[in-house]
């Protein structure tokens, strides 16, 4: 059994192109995936409009199912009456969903988590109460889950260890236990993809960390232009599935072309490994 999904991240309505829109728009039909994930950051500064131009985009590919978490930029900066009592208003509007469940593909689960409070502008935090909560009910060995939130687990360069999830190493020891296959994320607009061994030696099961890049603002970083993943997931073999990622970068010419593939395995001792 084959699953796709699409992880994209950080679009930041609000601070975006339209002709980066329409590329991305138009990937999304080529590449019919089995679900979208979009990992926070939508709008730029939480307001109506963008939330608006974020909803016709969503709207544009209503032929895919989504699972969307919010970002820090999703709660209202400037307005502090509306991020104290109503922080998620808008949100909750158009996307007119739990902002943290679980959706099932298939033998894949999704788990969406919201790392964002209305208390902190930037960082990100996740109580191990509440991935308990949401990752509860106990599935099959051979299904492949699948932890959403914005804030990275991981990232590339020591500038951005500043931007990780607070308390990682509890939530880390969590995602193990509860069996956690892949842990996505985004914020620091700079695509990554690692074992989490190499970052979390002490956690015996090792997961797939996934940063998404920012698929549509041009708030972009040296290296790291509009980009998004692609997760093809092959539980054929139920005893070792497998799984690889696709970076799409936009190139010149404003297509979406993929520019590197990662490919791992599931080991029932150690967890995945790369190929």
């Known amino acids: 059994m084959k699953i796709r999904i699409a992880h994209l991240s950080d679009p930041h309505f609000g601070a975006n192109y339209p002709e980066v829109v329409n590329a991305l728009t138009s990937s999304m039909k080529d590449l019919k995936p089995s679900l979208i ?5 939508i709008t730029q500064r939480a307001r109506c409009e963008q939330f608006v131009a974020a909803e016709k985009f969503v709207q544009q590919l209503a032929e895919f199912p989504w699972a969307i978490v919010p970002g820090n930029h999703d709660i209202p900066l400037f307005n502090i009456f509306a991020r104290l009592f109503y922080p998620y208003k808008y949100f909750k509007n158009v996307f007119k969903g739990l902002l943290e469940k679980e959706i099932p593909v298939k033998s894949v689960h999704v788990f969406t988590l919201n790392s964002t409070s ?9 109580s191990a109460k509440q991935i308990k909560k949401i990752v509860a009910d106990p599935l099959a060995e051979t299904d492949v889950r699948i932890a959403c939130f ?10 951005d260890e500043k931007n990780l999830l607070r308390n990682r190493d509890e939530a880390m020891q969590v995602f193990a236990k509860a069996g956690i296959d892949l842990i996505l994320g985004g914020h620091i607009h700079d ?20 940063v998404a890049g920012t698929c549509l603002s041009w708030r972009t970083r040296a ?20 799984l ?3 970076r799409y970068d936009l190139q010149s010419n404003k297509q979406f072309t993929p520019i590197l593939v990662q490919s791992f395995f599931r080991d029932l001792a150690q967890g995945w490994i790369k190929n």
Not at 191 to 210: A, D, H, M, T
């Open 118 to 126: 209305r208390f902190r502008h930037v960082q990100g935090a996740l």
């Open 150 to 159: 914005h804030h990275p687990m991981d990232c590339p360069k020591t500038v």
């Open 191 to 210: 695509p990554y993809v690692n074992l989490s061994g190499e970052r979390y030696p002490n956690v015996k099961r090792q997961s797939i960390i996934s």
């Open 223 to 242: 290296g790291a232009p509009n980009s998004f993943h692609l997760i093809d997931i092959d539980t054929a073999d139920k005893k070792i599935p497998r």
């Open 244 to 246: 690889v990622i696709t």
């Open 37 to 41: 994930i979009l990992s926070g950051d």
